[in-house]
Structures are given as C-alpha cells and as structure tokens.
C-alpha cells in the first residue's frame, strides 16, 4: 500500500502567515504540523509516500520534509499546478498510485490515534473504498455522509441543510477503482473535481464503500484559531523534559514544561504544559499553559499565554498578558518610552491587531 499526502492548498484562511511559508509546515508544539501526517503515516505501516505540493510552497515543503529519510520512509514529491479539488490531486498522483491500494491523507488533519486499525480493516474486508468520519458542529462546512450500517447511502460536500453531523476527516482508503470514478466525474459548481463525487460514483454504482466513526479528537488545522487549538492538544500529552537549559535560582519551572537545548530562564515563571524551543530566552517574564516557543524567541518582561509563537520573534515590554496569538517568525512586538507615545504597526495583508 501507498500513501498521498495533499499539501498543494494555498492556505488563504491563514494569511498572512502563508505568504511566506506553506501552512503545512507552521509548527504544533514546535514540530511542522504536516510531520504529525507522516508519523501517522508510518505508523501504520506505509513507507511509501507522495506529497502533493504546489508551486507557490512546494520548494519550501521539499527543503523542510527531504526525502523521508529522518522517518524511514521514501518521499516522492507530485506537482499539482492548480488546485482543483481532491480528486484532482489523486488523478495527478496516477502514476505514482499505479494500481496499488492507498491511503490519502490531507495534510493539515491533525488526529491523536494512529490509522492502523483502519487499514486492517479496509484490506480484511476488501472495500472499494473506506473513510474516515467525526461529528462535528458545523457540518456545512465539510462533507457529510449519510450511513445506515456502516455502508455509505449518500454524500454531499459543504450542504446548506446538511442531512447529518458526520463530517469527512480526510483520510481515505481506496483501491484502483477510484480511478475509474474520477475519471467518471465534472467539475462541481466551485470547478473542482470532489472526491465526494468519486466517491458517490462507487456508492452509486454498487461499489463497497464504507466509513467509521474515529476514536480520539481531529482537527483540521486551517485557521488560526485551529492552529492554537491543535498546539493545546497536542501538548496536552508532553512530558516535563528541562535538558541542559539555563534556569536561574529566581525562576520557577512548574508542570510538563519541555525546554530546548541552551534555552533561558531567567527571573521567570514558566507554568505547563509548554514547549520552548532552543536558544530561547525568558527573562523577567511569565510563560503560560499552552504555549509553543519555537527556537531562537526572545520574551522580555512580558507575559505569554496559549499561543503559539515562531522562531526568531522578540517580545519586550508588553503591559498586558498576551494570549490566543499566533505569531511568525523574525517579528519584534515591543514597548517604546520615547516620544511622541503612540501605535506605530507594520503589517502585511489579512494580518490582525485587537488593542486594549
């Protein structure tokens, strides 16, 4: 079996943070969210991999992920010039696939369990296809399905009235039928081809296709609310790891706090669960629960909370507690005691600034 992983989408609900890098590679607990995938990944037992990648960021997404390598995977990289829908990107991926079974995984999903079990189950019982399901809130913003005993009845992509709360995740089993489905379709109203609609064709045409409630939360990192809340969970499950980093006599260290190699803590608090990342600097400062420093971050006399913040940022001098912020790499954020006293910002497109 194979696997694709989709990472050709130009993130524009992350902006402006995508101007400058792929939105798959913005570090969760300070590790490029699309490595959780590849874990996955191989995890369950794939070693042969094809990311999907645009021309926009696929450069930067070859230079951070190489060729597998550090997992024991083999990594092939797939152009997807435009992109027009998920079914699409596996119709560009044909020569990869071959008619070999595979997994397709999009590459800003975020899960906490592993898929083994799910392909054990879509390879025992010899389906045409097998997906990967979750409720959610707000169904139509998603593909929803309708089941009746775990068989696939109808499938709709982002209904006005959805007929269910059981949302596709985006991960998928299929075997070389698929293709013969996606061949089968048109373009939707939004001129892309959806798997949704592929997948319909095999229900539609007496195919086995099957879905399954997953265990565990999911989350689909696409906005900067996500972002934040993904870095939450996964460091829900970190472990109090302080190496060689400098803390001083002053300073107060509580919980699972994980610090980079030669990172400072000086006449700070820091209370976890947190990540900070090598060559930090905390100094005469607070870092709260839920918060990521990526390496090189300096926090001077400030306070930090439930944030995500990447390398290279200086933070100086903020009278109020920062919290739910995402911030990029090599920012300064800081107070200034000159006259004249006033708001000075430079800031590139859809970023966002809430004052007090």
Known sequence: MKAIILCAGKGTRLRPLTYTSAKHLIPLANKPA???GIEKIKECG???IGIIIGEETGEDIKREIGNGQKWGVNISYIMQEE???LAHAVK???EFLQDEPFLMYLGDNLLKNGVMQYRQQFEEGKKQAFVLL???EN???FGVVEL?????V???EKPKDPPTDLALIGVYFFDKTIHKAIDNIKPSARGEYEITDAIQWLVDNKHDVEAEVIEGWWKDTGKPEDIIEANRLILEDIHRDLGDAIIDNKSKVFGRVNLGKNAEVINSTILGPVVIGENAKIINSYVGPFTSLSAGVNIENSEVEYSVIMSNTHIDSIKCRMQNCLIGKDVEIYRSDEMPRIYEFVLSDDSRVRLV
């Not at 009746?148 to 696939?152: S, T």
Request: hydrophobic share 40%.
């Open 34 to 36: 699309l490595e959780y």
């Open 46 to 48: 794939i070693s042969d």
């Open 83 to 85: 992109p027009l829908g």
């Open 92 to 94: 560009v991926a044909r």
């Open 134 to 136: 979750t409720h959610v």
């Open 139 to 141: 169904p139509q913003a």
């Open 148 to 152: 009746k005993d775990k068989k696939i």
């Open 154 to 156: 109808r499938m709709v």
